[in-house]
């Protein structure tokens, strides 16, 4: 795999030729955060070596370089899940290149189902913490010490002066932001009543698939990390509402005002 991350790094490398200040990973219907990009290079997933294809509906296939606010970011529009049938290596793979390229930073995005009452659909959060219950971990396996280390310090998974500078861009842009825990699960099922029971008694505020092996990856890898959630959808273990993708897609989208601001501010002004 070592191989495969440090072709892939080599063919971006030759195509951007610059370090970006910044990676960004769009979450389910997310992607017009995109737009935002002054993109200096488009490729397509399909033509970068190594990359798998994305699958799910609401994640583009392109990775972006480009300017964002003055700063260079390398916006990945398309995430690859583990219920998709991808290993872990696989999933996070992007985020080894990514620290192969040499970004320091890296700013996640998610859709997710709110547990936390004071929630709404397309209410932002930004992730405090996380819950890993996730059934295979990123870092099983003989550990690449060049990465970083066999047992890793998770006592701060997202990083404080990135939340602080993300809480000062909604208060600037008057946006109703709150901090959670999210719960990572293998997914592709949405959650049962009983399920949401459990995620709230272990102290989850929202749910969700995806996350949370980029961000152990990263971590051990040492980079800054900060993860942004829509919630588009609401359970409770006294509450049984539908839902279905679609609907995911559209709370996401009726957020993204929202989370642009944010992140434009988070990249703006994070040193
Ligand atoms: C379900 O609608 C999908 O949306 C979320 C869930 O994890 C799941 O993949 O996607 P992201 O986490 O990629 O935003």
Redesign the pocket.
């Given at each position: 795999m070592l191989e495969k991350i440090k072709q892939t790094a080599d063919f971006i490398k030759n195509t951007i030729k610059e370090v970006p200040d910044f990676a960004v990973v769009?979450?389910?219907?997310?992607g017009k955060l995109q737009d935002e990009v002054e993109a200096i290079h488009v490729l397509e997933y399909s033509e970068i070596p190594n990359f798998p294809q994305t699958t799910?509906v609401?994640?583009g296939g392109k990775l972006i370089y480009g300017i964002l606010e003055g700063k260079k970011v390398l916006m990945m529009s398309g995430?690859f899940?583990y219920?998709e049938g991808h290993s872990m290596e696989t999933v996070t793979f992007p985020i080894r290149v990514f620290h192969l390229l040499g970004i320091k930073n890296l700013i996640l995005?998610?859709?997710?189902g709110g547990i936390n009452q004071t929630y709404g659909i397309a209410d932002i959060i930004i992730l405090k913490d996380h819950i890993n219950m996730m059934p295979e971990h990123p870092l099983r396996g003989k550990n690449i010490e060049s990465f970083g280390p066999r047992f890793v310090d998770m006592s701060e998974p997202y990083n404080k002066k990135m939340i602080e500078t993300a809480e000062k861009a909604a208060a600037e842009n008057n946006i109703n932001i709150y901090q959670g825990v999210y719960v990572?699960l293998q997914?592709?099922t949405?959650e049962t009543p009983a399920e949401y029971g459990m995620i709230k008694a272990i102290g989850g505020d929202m749910v969700?698939?995806?996350?949370v092996p980029e961000v152990i990856v990263a971590r051990h890898m040492n980079m800054d990390v900060f993860c942004i959630?829509?919630i588009?959808?609401l359970g409770g273990p006294d509450i049984a509402l539908s839902?279905?993708?679609e609907e995911?897609?559209n709370a996401?989208n009726k957020a993204m005002p929202n989370v642009i601001a944010v992140v434009k501010g988070l990249v703006k002004n994070y040193q």
């Open positions: 769009l979450g389910s219907g997310l799910v609401g994640h995430r899940h219920y995005s998610n859709a997710s990572a997914g592709p949405f969700g698939m995806s996350t959630s829509v588009t959808d839902v279905s993708h995911v897609l996401a």
